[in-house]
């Protein structure tokens, strides 16, 4: 019998001691759960800034008031410098599909010059191009982090051109508005920063006429057609669109 009554009483001391350990606090706490990261994307502002090489031909011809009507052939020359500057834009994502446009402006030391024999060897041409710009658009498709995109728009530049021989300098300076297209790859090296590598084809249009006023009396009108390509390296910065979410805590 007092066998049977202290195994009972240990019975239920054990019984007591689980439920009072059962309602102490857990001092480790509620368990946290932290969101999964957001998915990348590229939509939002940006700027940068980007620098390169640029190459390129001007193409000049000429008339004369001796001859209406008769072209002069002239002499293709090459032209080449550094370019670089900044750019601003917008990128948004839908899908793996990117849509965007994108502005930038630019210095540059491209320049060159060709002997011109409508009027004797002593006769040269020369282009400079010290600025320029284009508002484009782009249209991409995205891997992740890795975007290819094509851009294509406007694209704006101020050209000087001089002609020049023993007796005399003609020198004038045109505002010019031609088109641009070109390509390129960005990588997102984090949900803020990129870097790229593009190359664009530019045409300004028209031929730029000028009278050579100083060198043949008026007698020649010069004109040019300009076009050049560059390959241009960039980083860019882009400013997120929405705060991240606040972290969930589950709560007991």
């Excluded at 002997?115 to 508002?135: D, H, K, L, M």
């Excluded at 020649?220 to 972290?247: I, K, Q, W």
Aim: aromatic share 14%; glycine share 14%.
């Amino acid at each position: 019998m007092i066998r049977k009554l202290l195994f009972s009483a240990a019975t239920l001391a054990i019984t007591a001691g689980g439920a009072f350990a059962a309602d102490l606090p857990n001092s480790k706490g509620p368990p946290m759960f932290a969101p999964p990261p957001p998915a990348f994307t590229w939509t939002g502002p940006y700027i940068g800034g980007q620098v390169g090489y640029q190459w390129g031909t001007s193409d000049p011809f000429f008339t004369s008031k001796l001859a209406p009507g008769t072209i002069l052939t002239g002499n293709n020359y090459s032209n080449q410098g550094v370019v670089g500057g900044g750019h601003i834009g917008f990128n948004y994502q839908v899908s793996q599909f990117v849509f965007g446009f994108e502005a930038d402006a630019e210095g540059t030391s491209y320049k060159g010059s060709g002997v011109q024999f409508v009027c004797g060897p002593t006769c040269v041409s020369s282009t400079r191009i010290n600025a320029e710009g284009s508002v484009r658009g782009r249209l991409g498709w995205a891997w992740d982090r890795i975007l290819f995109y094509g851009t294509g728009g406007a694209a704006f530049a101020s050209i000087r051109n001089t002609f020049s021989d023993p007796f005399g300098l003609d020198l004038h300076t045109f505002s010019r508005a031609g088109w641009t297209v070109g390509g390129g790859a960005e990588y997102a090296i984090d949900p803020n920063w990129s870097v790229r590598i593009e190359y664009r084809y530019t045409d300004y249009g028209q031929a730029m006429s000028f009278p050579l006023t100083n060198t043949t009396g008026g007698l020649v009108t010069e004109h040019l057609h300009e076009r050049d390509n560059r390959v241009e390296a960039g980083f860019s910065y882009r400013f997120d669109m929405l705060a991240p979410p606040a972290p969930v805590v589950a709560k007991y």
